[in-house]
């Protein structure tokens, strides 16, 4: 029993970003201040969050584009957390209370989404979604990382990027472009990076590793004389991506429209691939990269994705302090 004793305090209700109904972020999700706390399940741990960071799917599944799947209203959204361990689940292992931890709670997104997300003060995760934080880095700078650096990460495997290829990654300074980019020359051993972006975004991409930064205001990167070996696209050019491939080469996708032979895949969370890249993060090969109104407070959520959904955002944007 003396373990027991050592756990927090764990209250039965907490603040929470919620919606009850499906719609535009702005009229639908709303700050409720007595949500219940998740229990956890054998697997699971309960985590006190400190940074969660927004993606575009977050606003999707408000706008309920894949409501089918969902479980009962009311949901709270959110899929990348930091934080620290409260309580374990009886078939934990990997984790003891007190540890700092951080994933991508949701391990299929599509096909089992969670009720309780990351945009609350405790969420629940399977262990295997969870990996320790790396000492080097904040909760703000964890918290942007999961999603977007494993769905980077599985979209490369899925090309077959291996060292000395050529590789265009269409849009470039987002929050997955960033770290594909990162993945692609430091991680992979790409021989050469193209990436776009916008105008003021050029010095983002050279600073990150790209070694051809094409300005897609200026460009059209599908008629450069220069043809690669693999095309990540985070955008959702269809046919254009596919002008741009060698014969043979591959193309992959994370948003629509596409054009074959682009393959569009959807993430699968795995603490795995954040175990594959600690030694990165920690040399600092491997960085963060943060949208310039990070990090945004918890009562100024919905600004947050209201910023997000302009679809200029830099980078990630990480809601902290949460209460």
């Not at 014969?247 to 682009?262: D, F, H, Y």
């Given at each position: 029993?003396a373990?027991?004793?050592?756990?927090?305090?764990?209250?039965?209700?907490?603040?929470?970003?919620i919606?009850?109904?499906?719609?535009?972020?702005?009229?639908?999700?709303?700050?409720?201040?007595?949500?219940?706390?998740?229990?956890?399940?054998?697997?699971?741990?309960?985590?006190?969050?400190?940074?969660?960071?927004?993606?575009?799917?977050?606003?999707?599944?408000?706008?309920?584009?894949?409501?089918d799947?969902?479980?009962?209203?009311?949901?709270?959204?959110?899929?990348?957390?930091?934080?620290?361990?409260?309580?374990?689940?009886?078939?934990?292992?990997?984790?003891?209370?007190?540890?700092?931890?951080?994933?991508?709670?949701?391990?299929?997104?599509?096909?089992?989404?969670?009720?309780?997300?990351?945009?609350?003060?405790?969420?629940?995760?399977?262990?295997?979604?969870?990996?320790?934080?790396?000492?080097?880095?904040?909760f703000?700078?964890?918290?942007?990382?999961?999603?977007?650096?494993?769905?980077?990460y599985?979209?490369?495997?899925?090309?077959?990027?291996?060292?000395?290829?050529?590789?265009?990654?269409?849009?470039?300074?987002?929050?997955?472009?960033?770290?594909?980019?990162?993945?692609?020359?430091?991680?992979?051993?790409?021989?050469?990076?193209?990436?776009?972006a916008?105008?003021?975004?050029?010095d983002?991409?050279?600073?990150?590793?790209?070694?051809?930064?094409?300005?897609?205001?200026?460009?059209?990167?599908?008629?450069?004389?220069?043809?690669f070996?693999?095309?990540?696209?985070?955008?959702?050019?269809?046919?254009?991506?596919?002008?741009?491939?060698?014969?043979g080469?591959?193309?992959?996708?994370?948003?629509?429209?596409?054009?074959?032979?682009?393959?569009?895949?959807?993430?699968?969370?795995?603490?795995?691939?954040?175990?594959?890249?600690?030694p990165?993060?920690?040399?600092?090969?491997?960085?963060?990269?943060?949208?310039?109104?990070?990090?945004?407070?918890?009562?100024?959520?919905?600004?947050?994705?209201?910023?997000?959904?302009?679809?200029?955002?830099?980078?990630?944007?990480?809601?902290y302090?949460?209460?």
């Amino acid at each position: 029993m003396a373990a027991a004793s050592s756990e927090p305090t764990i209250p039965s209700v907490n603040k929470a970003w919620i919606y009850s109904e499906y719609g535009k972020t702005l009229d639908v999700l709303k700050l409720d201040e007595n949500f219940p706390v998740p229990q956890i399940k054998e697997d699971e741990v309960l985590i006190k969050v400190v940074a969660a960071a927004l993606n575009p799917i977050d606003y999707k599944k408000i706008l309920g584009v894949r409501k089918d799947n969902d479980p009962p209203l009311p949901i709270v959204p959110g899929h990348d957390v930091a934080g620290i361990v409260v309580k374990v689940g009886s078939q934990v292992k990997k984790f003891k209370v007190g540890d700092e931890v951080y994933g991508d709670i949701t391990e299929k997104a599509l096909e089992e989404p969670k009720k309780f997300g990351t945009l609350a003060e405790y969420t629940a995760a399977q262990e295997k979604v969870l990996a320790l934080k790396p000492n080097n880095l904040n909760f703000v700078e964890a918290a942007s990382l999961p999603l977007a650096i494993e769905t980077a990460y599985e979209g490369f495997e899925i090309a077959q990027l291996s060292a000395g290829q050529s590789i265009l990654i269409l849009g470039g300074a987002g929050g997955v472009g960033s770290l594909a980019i990162q993945l692609a020359k430091h991680v992979f051993g790409a021989s050469r990076v193209a990436a776009t972006a916008s105008t003021k975004k050029l010095d983002l991409l050279r600073s990150l590793g790209t070694d051809l930064a094409i300005d897609y205001t200026k460009e059209k990167y599908e008629e450069l004389p220069e043809k690669f070996d693999v095309v990540f696209d985070a955008v959702g050019e269809g046919e254009r991506a596919v002008k741009a491939l060698k014969e043979g080469g591959k193309s992959v996708a994370i948003a629509g429209p596409i054009s074959p032979p682009t393959v569009i895949f959807v993430l699968t969370s795995t603490a795995t691939t954040l175990e594959k890249l600690k030694p990165y993060l920690e040399s600092g090969k491997v960085k963060a990269v943060l949208d310039p109104v990070t990090p945004v407070p918890f009562s100024k959520t919905l600004e947050a994705f209201a910023h997000l959904e302009t679809g200029h955002a830099t980078g990630k944007i990480v809601v902290y302090p949460i209460p």
